[in-house]
């Protein structure tokens, strides 16, 4: 099944296709669209899953804010029909 991506990168409204074969998250993939780098993240993503284990929200929060900081916003997957 497809998905669609729509976020706001820099204040512009952009949207992707999205395959969960493709990509390891939904992060990934908005960030490859974008031409990012994204080995720091990946590097601290790892690091923090290690030590908080049974929190998600800590995982989900670094995450958005990460994004935040680097310019996304409203990111919002819609299933395609």
Sequence with gaps: ?????????????????????????????????????LSDFHRMENQLANVSRNDRKILKDFREEYFAKLGFSQIDIAREE
């Design 1 to 37: 099944m497809a998905y669609r991506i729509n976020y706001l990168y820099q204040n512009q409204p952009k949207t992707i296709g999205f395959a969960n074969d493709k990509h390891h998250s939904v992060y990934d993939a908005i960030a490859l669209a974008e031409g990012l780098d």
